[in-house]
C-alpha cells in the first residue's frame, strides 16, 4: 500500500533502483522516465495550488487520488498488494485461510466517549475564544511566524527573497500559511493535554519575544526557512547593534549566522504594525498562560475521566489490553508520568525507540511473540508506533486526542488488526470528546457552544453542519468507513484470478485448450467493445505487453487492467477471420511492440552533471573508459540516482584538485556499479521477442 502514499518522485526513485529507466522492462508505458517527470509536474502543480490556497481540500484529495491511481497503474506488474477483501473474494484464497483457522475480527464503528470540564468550562470557553474566535482578525495573529507580510514595500524585496527562498508569492503564501497553521496547532495542543497546550505556550511567547528582542536591539528582522532563530543576546552580547563599535564587533557573527541561511530585513523596511501585532501576540499568549497556570498546574479534567473510563474498560474486560494514542509526545509524556502509579501503564514514542522497549511491547502486545509476558495493561503511543508493530494482544484503540485524520485511524486500528493471529472476536475504536457538564439533562442533546467550537477549530469547515451529537458520532463513523474502504478496496485483478483458480480447480481441460492455441493466433470479436482497433499480446523474455491502435500510425501501451477488460468474453462468443482493415494496424503494432521511447530531455541538474564529467574527461584521459560508462548511465540510461549526480555536479574540478576528484568519485560510484547497469541494459535489448495473441475490436 506505501506507495499510494508517497510522492511520485520517491516512487520513481525507489523504481530507478531495479529499473533502468530507458530500458525499462515495466510494459505499461512507453516511457517510465517521461511518464514520472509528467506526474512529478502534475504532482508539484497540485502541491503549488494547496499552498497558495486555491483549491479546497476535497478538489485536492481528488486531484491526488488520481494521481496515485496512475502511479498504480504504471507500477502493476510487480507491485503484490492483497487486501482483506481481495482474500475474501478468491474463493481458493478463502479456503486457504478457513483451512488455517485465520478469521479476521469484526472492527466495530468508532464509538464517542465523553469527559466533562467540571469547574473549568468557562475557562476553557475564554481560552478558545482568545485563540480561535470566530473572526479570525481577532485573536491570536501569528505575527511572529509572518514578518514579509509587514513589508512596507514588497516590490523592493521580490528579486531579493526570491533568490534566497525561490518562488517570492510562494514564500509569502507559506508564511501567512505557517501563522494560520500556529493557530491551529495551538487549539489541537490545547485540545490534547493540559500539559502539551503549557509546554506551546511557553515556546510560542518565547520565540515571539526573541523576535522582538531583534527588532528593538538590532533594528533587524530574521527570516529563516526552518529552525530556531537564536536569542539576539547571545549575539550581541546584551549590547545594542544600534550602536557603531558593537555593529563591527558582531559581523562575523552575523555572517555566520547568514552561512547557515537566514536573512535579515532592516527594521526600517517593516511597518510599524508588526511590532505592534507581535506585542499584542506576546500579551494575549501571557494572558492565556497566566490564566491557567498563574497558581500552579490546574486539575485536570480530560485526564481524570480518561483514568475513569480505562479502569472501567479494564474491570469489564481484564484481558482486552487498551492501546492509548496521542497526535504529540508531550500528551504521552504527560499521561505517563500523571497515570504510571496507578496503572498498568507503558509509553512508546520516537524518543522511546530503544531495542530494550521494543522488545518489552513485544512481549506484552504481540500475540504471536515466543515469550508472553502480562506486567502492563495500556500501552500510550504516538504514531511513531502506528507502523511495523503487532498489537494485537489489545483489543481497543483509544484516541486522546480529536482524531482529524482518518487515514491516521486505520493506521492505529491495523497495529492490533493482525492477520497472523486472532485474539478478538471484535475490536473497538473510542474517539474522546468533551461535553459539558448538565448538557445530559437538556431536552435534546445538542452539540454544546464548547463542543462545537473546539471540533470545528480542529477539522474546519466540514464540521459546520453537524448539529447533534447523533450527527457527530455518523461524521466521524463515515469518514472512518471512508477511509477504510480506500484502503482495503478491491484490487482490480480479483475476478480474473478467482475465474483462473476456479477453472484449474474444476475445468482443468480448459487451460489445456488454451495452451494449444497456436502463437500469433488472431481474430475479429463479435461482441462489440469500448475501443475499435487491434489488441496485441506480447512478451520479451518474462516480461509481457499490451499494445492497442486503431489506426497504424497510433499505437499505445496498456496496462492490464485495460487490456484484460478488452479481452474480456462470454463463453458463447463465436470468433470471425479478421478484416481487411487489420493486417496494416497489425503491422504496425508488431513493428513498435517493444520499440521504447528512450530519449529525455535532461533537467538541468543532469545536464550540469554532465558537464563535469565531459570535463572530467577531456582533462584525465586516464580514466576515459571509467568517464565514458558514467555518462552512458547518466545520458543514455537516466539510471544514477539523483543523490550521485549531485556529488558529480559538487565536484572539485580545479587542477589541483582534479585527481583527487575523481579518485573520491570511483571509490562512491564504482565502476562494477555502472558495468553492471549497463549490463543488465544490453541483456534486456537482445531478449527474444513473441507475439502471442492479436484480437480485432468492433
Known amino acids: 500500500a506505501t506507495p499510494y502514499n508517497n510522492k511520485p518522485q520517491d516512487v520513481f526513485a525507489l523504481i530507478k533502483l531495479f529499473q533502468i529507466p530507458t530500458r525499462s522492462t515495466l510494459q505499461t508505458v512507453d516511457n517510465l522516465s517521461l511518464r514520472f517527470e509528467e506526474l512529478i509536474k ?36 510487480f507491485m503484490i498488494r492483497r487486501s482483506r477483501i481481495d482474500l475474501q473474494s478468491i474463493e481458493a484464497y478463502r479456503k486457504d485461510l478457513e483451512a488455517q483457522g485465520i478469521i479476521f475480527p469484526e472492527v466495530k464503528d468508532p464509538e464517542l466517549l465523553e469527559y466533562e470540564f467540571d469547574d473549568l468550562t468557562e475557562l476553557y470557553k475564554w481560552t478558545l475564544n482568545k485563540i480561535a474566535p470566530e473572526d479570525e482578525k481577532k485573536g491570536f495573529i501569528g ?14 524585496y521580490k528579486k531579493f527573497i526570491t533568490k534566497q527562498f525561490g518562488d517570492e508569492r510562494l514564500f509569502r503564501q507559506s508564511q501567512l500559511n505557517m501563522a494560520s497553521f500556529m493557530r491551529r496547532h495551538l487549539v489541537r495542543r490545547f485540545e490534547s493535554s493540559i500539559k502539551a ?15 522582538l528582542g531583534w527588532f528593538d536591539k538590532a533594528g533587524l528582522v530574521p527570516i529563516f526557512k526552518k529552525g530556531n532563530i537564536p536569542d539576539v543576546d547571545q549575539v550581541l552580547g546584551n549590547g545594542s547593534l544600534l550602536s557603531d563599535e558593537v555593529k563591527e564587533y558582531n559581523e562575523a557573527q552575523f ?67 487498551i492501546v492509548v494514542f496521542s497526535e504529540f509526545a508531550d500528551t504521552a509524556n504527560y499521561l505517563y508520568e500523571e497515570l504510571k502509579d496507578r496503572l498498568r501503564i507503558f509509553k512508546y514514542s520516537a524518543a522511546d525507540a530503544t531495542k530494550e522497549n521494543k522488545r518489552i511491547i513485544h512481549e506484552e502486545f504481540d500475540a504471536s511473540s515466543k515469550k508472553r509476558t502480562n506486567n502492563y495493561d495500556i500501552l500510550i503511543a504516538t504514531d511513531a508506533i502506528s507502523e511495523g508493530f503487532n498489537l494485537n494482544r489489545a483489543g481497543t484503540i483509544f484516541n486522546y486526542d480529536i ?26 475504536i473510542y474517539n474522546f470528546f468533551p461535553t459539558e457538564t448538565g448538557e445530559a439533562e437538556t431536552r435534546i442533546k445538542q452539540i454544546s457552544t464548547l463542543k462545537f467550537a473546539m471540533i470545528n477549530a480542529v477539522l474546519g469547515e466540514d464540521t ?12 466521524f463513523v463515515e469518514r472512518y468507513k471512508k477511509a477504510f474502504k480506500e484502503s482495503e478496496e478491491k484490487s482490480w485483478d480479483v475476478e480474473y484470478r478467482d475465474l483462473l483458480e ?36 506480447g512478451k520479451k523474455g518474462n516480461n509481457h505487453i499490451f499494445k492497442f491502435a486503431n489506426s497504424p500510425e497510433n499505437s499505445v501501451a496498456l496496462n492490464g487492467e485495460e487490456a484484460l477488460e478488452l479481452f474480456k468474453a462470454l463463453p458463447l462468443e463465436e470468433p470471425q477471420a479478421v478484416s481487411t482493415d487489420f493486417e496494416n494496424i497489425y503491422q504496425s503494432i508488431k513493428e513498435s511492440l517493444f520499440l521504447r521511447k528512450n530519449r529525455v530531455p535532461m533537467n538541468r541538474g543532469e545536464r550540469d552533471a554532465v558537464k563535469v564529467i565531459d570535463y572530467l574527461k577531456e582533462n584525465c584521459p586516464a580514466h576515459r573508459d571509467y568517464l565514458e560508462d558514467l555518462r552512458k548511465v547518466v545520458v543514455d540510461y537516466r539510471a544514477l540516482p539523483e543523490a550521485y549526480e549531485k556529488l558529480i555536479r559538487n565536484l572539485d574540478t580545479n587542477d589541483t584538485k582534479i585527481i583527487e576528484s575523481i579518485k573520491f568519485l570511483k571509490k562512491e560510484i564504482p565502476h562494477e556499479y555502472l558495468e553492471s547497469i549497463i549490463s543488465r541494459a544490453n541483456s534486456i535489448s537482445e531478449q527474444s521477442e513473441t507475439i502471442i495473441i492479436s484480437e480485432e475490436l468492433i
Open 464 to 475: 459546520k453542519i453537524l448539529t447533534s451529537d447523533e450527527e457527530l458520532k455518523s461524521y
Open 502 to 537: 476456479r477453472i484449474k480447480a474444476t475445468k482443468p481441460e480448459l487451460l489445456e485448450k488454451a495452451r494449444e492455441i497456436p502463437k500469433r493466433a488472431r481474430i475479429r470479436r463479435t461482441t462489440s467493445k469500448d475501443k475499435k482497433g487491434v489488441i496485441v499480446f
Open 403 to 428: 482524531p482529524y485524520n482518518p487515514t491516521r485511524v486505520i493506521q492505529r486500528v491495523g497495529r492490533i488488526n493482525r492477520i497472523n493471529k486472532k485474539v478478538f472476536d471484535e475490536l473497538y
Open 197 to 211: 497546550f503549557q509546554i506551546s505556550l511557553d515556546i510560542m511567547i518565547k520565540s515571539s519575544e526573541i523576535i
Open 143 to 156: 505575527t511572529r511566524y509572518k514578518p514579509v507580510a509587514y513589508l512596507k514595500n514588497i516590490d523592493k
Open 42 to 77: 502534475e504532482y508539484k502543480e497540485i502541491e503549488r495550488g494547496r499552498k497558495k490556497g486555491k483549491k479546497d481540500q476535497k478538489t485536492l484529495d481528488r486531484e491526488i487520488k488520481a494521481i496515485a491511481t496512475k502511479i498504480r497503474n504504471l507500477i502493476s506488474p
Open 255 to 321: 555572517e555566520e549566522l547568514r552561512q547557515k541561511g537566514y536573512v535579515f530585513i532592516p527594521a526600517k523596511e517593516i511597518s510599524v504594525n508588526f511590532r505592534k501585532d507581535l506585542i499584542k501576540d506576546i500579551e494575549l499568549l501571557k494572558e492565556i498562560r497566566d490564566k491557567w497556570f498563574g497558581n500552579g498546574f490546574p486539575e485536570d479534567p480530560k485526564l481524570k475521566h480518561f483514568e475513569k473510563i480505562v479502569k472501567e474498560l479494564l474491570q469489564k474486560d481484564p484481558k482486552r489490553k
